[in-house]
């Protein structure tokens, strides 16, 4: 009885291996490999039986001679084995290839979300760029997150590979200090389970737009219209509400589709 998914590893987990598919009787791959059998078991017999035939039956054999003799068969036999193995490759089971969602989770946190939970996906790197615009660095995201999960919502946060450097850039913490996730914990005022450093040479972009894909209940927090992905994601990036921007205004913070239940002020 299949039971309905709960988490997000339900949905993207691989759950069983897949076989290759049998190919069909073809004659002549049959006579090849069924000659390339016999000629390499024939040769075997040979290695093994010419030692056994020089002591007993011709023992007044050159010694030289009988060994080029053996060595001889031993190389034809590596020959034809080698050549058989070449046209008849193992088969090998295959498995599905693990989403990138769950590949690249370091932390190991992104399989267990569930399903029915509502959960804010934020775009880490961009609102730590804006919040450094406004000269609240790390202090923005940290206040919204944490105002969020006041509210009952999960947080998951996405970083740019390139984070730690940004960090190091505006001042953050020492070139020399050693990156880590809790850093990125102790400035941001993050939970380890709620970071997700997307590996380098990507952006995280399509990661916050698969995790909203894959979660029902979920909304990014992110000032990108994110337009390069429109064709790509269109049951994603329908309607008004899959995307909160930040404002500041007067002092204060705010989600735009969206009203906190307490005011994000600072001075």
């Given amino acids: 009885m299949k039971h309905e998914p709960i988490t997000l590893g339900d949905i993207l987990e691989p759950i069983e291996t897949i076989e290759p598919k049998k190919p069909r ?3 002549g791959v049959w006579l090849r ?3 390339y059998t016999l000629l390499s078991s024939f040769l075997l017999t040979a290695i093994f039986a010419l030692p056994i035939w020089w002591i007993f039956m011709r023992p007044d054999m050159d010694r030289n001679t009988m060994l080029i003799l053996l060595a001889a068969l031993i190389v034809l036999w590596f020959v ?5 193995r070449a046209f008849s490759p193992r088969k090998k089971a295959t498995h599905p290839k693990l989403h990138s969602l769950l590949a690249n989770d ?3 946190f992104m399989r267990d979300l569930r399903l029915d939970a509502k959960t804010v996906i934020f775009d880490g790197s961009n609102i730590y760029h804006f919040g450094h615009d406004n000269e609240l660095d790390a202090q923005l995201l940290g206040a919204i997150a944490h105002q969020l999960r ?3 919502y999960r947080i998951v946060c996405f970083f740019d590979a390139n984070i730690f450097y940004r960090l190091v850039e505006h001042g953050a913490f020492p070139s020399d ?9 102790d400035i941001f005022g993050l939970r380890l389970d709620e970071i997700y450093v997307v590996p380098k040479g990507v952006q995280a972009d399509k990661y916050v737009l698969n995790s ?3 979660l029902p209940i979920s909304f990014a927090v992110t000032n990108d219209q994110y337009r390069d ?3 790509s994601y269109p049951t994603v990036m329908k309607g008004s509400q899959w995307r909160k921007g930040v404002v500041i205004s007067k002092g204060e913070i705010k989600l735009q589709q969206h009203r906190f239940q307490s005011p994000i002020r600072f001075s």
Avoid: I, W
Wanted: glycine content about 6%; hydrophobic content about 35%; aromatic content about 16%.
């Fill in 25 to 27: 009787f073809n004659f």
């Fill in 33 to 35: 490999n069924t000659v």
């Fill in 80 to 84: 034809v084995y080698s050549r058989h």
């Fill in 106 to 108: 370091r932390q190991g």
């Fill in 150 to 152: 006041a509210e009952g």
């Fill in 177 to 185: 200090q050693r990156h880590s996730m809790a850093m990125l914990d």
């Fill in 212 to 214: 909203l894909k894959y």
């Fill in 229 to 231: 992905y429109a064709k």
